[in-house]
C-alpha cells in the first residue's frame, strides 16, 4: 500500500504534465477543425431606440445604423444574419433636447464577443409629444369649361390631427392639397392626399396627420348663359362626276355659345348648323371655316372657330383592255414569234382616271433579254400611269419562240410576230 502510494506520489508529476498535454491536442484539434477569427460584418446594422418615455418622441426619422467587428468561431461566422445582432441606443431618463448616445450591440450566438462597433455613438433629437387638430383647406386649380361655374366645394373630414414633436407641431397653420378642374364640366370628386404647411405656406416636416387623406367634392353647373351644341355641317351642290365624299370632319365637334337663357332654350334642337359649305364641282378635299347660322342674340364664345373638313376621293373602279405585248431585249439576228399575240390586262383606279385612258397609256412588255434560241414562257410586266393598279394579265404567262433569222430583206411579217403594240379597251 505505502508502495502504490509512493509510485503515484512519484508519477503525480508526469501524469499532470500528459494531461495537460492532452487537454492542449485537444485544443489544437478544435482550433483547426473550427478556427477562431476576427472580422468586420459586411452590412450594416440598424439601430433601435430603447428606454424612450411615453411624453418624448425621437425628432425626424431615426435611420442610424453602425458596423460590427465580432470574435468567433467559423462555423459560427458562416451562420450569422443582421437578424442575429441587436445594437440599441438606450436613451433612459434623458430629456428634450439633442443627444449623444452610445450603441450598445448584443450578438445572440455563443461562442462570439463584439470587439468593435463603428460608430460608438449616435446622435438623437427627442422633443416632447404634441397634438393638435387643424382645418383642412383646399385650393382648385383652373377653371371649369365655358359656360359652367364652380359652387361650394365639400370637404370630408373639414379638419385633421397633426401629431408629433411640439417644435413642429406648433408650426402647423392648416393641412391643404389641391384639386384641379381645369375644363371640367361636371362634379369634381376626389379623394386627396393633404400635406401640412406652416404661416409662409411652406410644408412642415416630422410631423403625422390622421387621416392622411380627404375626400374633395367640387360641383359644377351649368351657368344658364351658356349652352353647349354640336355642330352640324351644311354642304350644297354637288362633287365632280366620277367623284364621292367619304367623310365630313368636323373641328371642334361641339362649341359653347352664350346669350340669355331664353334664346339658349329656344335651341331646343341640341346642335348648330354651319353656313352652306359649297362642294359644287370639287374633285379633291374642301376645307373652310364656313361660320355658323344662329340667332342674332346667340353669340359663339369668342376665341373659337368651326373648320369642316369634306374628304373627296375618286370612285373606285375596274377596266379591262386587250394589248399586243411588246419585245424587248431580243439580240439582233434572231426573231420572235409570241402566242397568243394579244393579251387582256384587268387595271383598276379612280374612275376619272380610268376613263381618261388612251393607248398608249397602258404598255404590256415582254423581257428577252439573255434569252437563247428555243421556246420560253415570260410573263407579261405591266406599266400604267399613276394610280392605276394593274391586277392581273389573261394568260399571266405568253410563249414565245426565239429562233435565227434565216432572211435578210424584210419580208411580211406572219401571224403572230410582234413589233409593235396597240390596245383595245373593252368595258
Known amino acids: 500500500m505505502k508502495q502504490g502510494a509512493r509510485w503515484l506520489i512519484s508519477n503525480l508529476p508526469l501524469m499532470v504534465m500528459a494531461l495537460i498535454l492532452a487537454v492542449l491536442a485537444w485544443f489544437v484539434a478544435v482550433e483547426q477543425a473550427n478556427p477562431t477569427l476576427q472580422r468586420r460584418y ?20 431615426f435611420e442610424e445604423r453602425v ?22 441606443a438606450d436613451v433612459s431618463g434623458l430629456g428634450a433636447g439633442t443627444h449623444e448616445v452610445q450603441v450598445e450591440v448584443d450578438l445572440g450566438k455563443e461562442p462570439s ?15 416632447a409629444k404634441a397634438s393638435e387638430v387643424v382645418r383642412v383647406r383646399i385650393d382648385t386649380e383652373g377653371r371649369p369649361a365655358v359656360g359652367y361655374v364652380v359652387r361650394t366645394q365639400t370637404v370630408e373630414p373639414r379638419e385633421v390631427t397633426v401629431t408629433g414633436p411640439r417644435s413642429y407641431v406648433t408650426q402647423v397653420v392648416d393641412v391643404y392639397g389641391s384639386l384641379s378642374i381645369q375644363g371640367a364640366e361636371a362634379d369634381v370628386e376626389e379623394a386627396l392626399t393633404v400635406q401640412p404647411r406652416d404661416e409662409q405656406g411652406n410644408s412642415v416636416p416630422h410631423v403625422a396627420l390622421t387621416p392622411e387623406r380627404v375626400d374633395v367634392r367640387v360641383p359644377i353647373e351649368p351657368s344658364g348663359y351658356h349652352a353647349t351644341l354640336a355642330v352640324r355641317a351644311v354642304l350644297t351642290g354637288e362633287v365632280a362626276s366620277g367623284y364621292r365624299i367619304t367623310d365630313i370632319a368636323i373641328n371642334p365637334p361641339t362649341v359653347t355659345v ?17 353656313k352652306p359649305v359649297v362642294v359644287e364641282g370639287a374633285d379633291e378635299d374642301v376645307v373652310v371655316r364656313p361660320g355658323l347660322s344662329m340667332p342674332a342674340s346667340v353669340s359663339l ?16 373602279s375596274s377596266l379591262t383592255i386587250t394589248s399586243t405585248p411588246e419585245i424587248q431585249g431580243l439580240e439582233p439576228g434572231y426573231t420572235a414569234t409570241v402566242s397568243p399575240d394579244t393579251v387582256q390586262v384587268i387595271l383598276s383606279g379612280p374612275l376619272p382616271k380610268l376613263e381618261a385612258l388612251t393607248s398608249n397609256d397602258v404598255r404590256v412588255i415582254l423581257d428577252l433579254f439573255e434569252l437563247q434560241v428555243g421556246t420560253h414562257q415570260i410573263e407579261p410586266e405591266v406599266v400604267v400611269p399613276d394610280a392605276i393598279e394593274p391586277q392581273g394579265v389573261i394568260p399571266t404567262t405568253v410563249q414565245v419562240r426565239i429562233a435565227e433569222a434565216t432572211e435578210v430583206t424584210p419580208t411580211p411579217e406572219p401571224s403572230g410576230s410582234t413589233t409593235s403594240s396597240g390596245q383595245t379597251f373593252e368595258s
Do not use: C, K, Y
Not at 262 to 270: F, I, M, P, T
Open 67 to 88: 458596423h460590427v467587428t465580432v470574435r468567433t468561431t467559423q462555423s459560427v461566422w458562416d451562420s450569422l444574419r443582421v437578424e442575429d445582432f441587436a445594437a440599441v
Open 42 to 61: 459586411a452590412q450594416s446594422v440598424p439601430v433601435q431606440v430603447a428606454g424612450l418615455p411615453e411624453d418624448l418622441v425621437v425628432v425626424g426619422t
Open 258 to 274: 352664350f346669350g340669355n337663357p331664353d334664346d339658349l332654350e329656344a335651341l331646343e334642337q341640341g346642335f348648330i348648323e354651319t
Open 301 to 316: 364664345v369668342p376665341g373659337e372657330q368651326v373648320e369642316v373638313h369634306v374628304f373627296i376621293d375618286a370612285i373606285q
Open 113 to 127: 464577443r463584439i470587439i468593435e462597433v463603428d460608430p460608438q455613438m449616435v446622435t438623437i433629437e427627442l422633443d
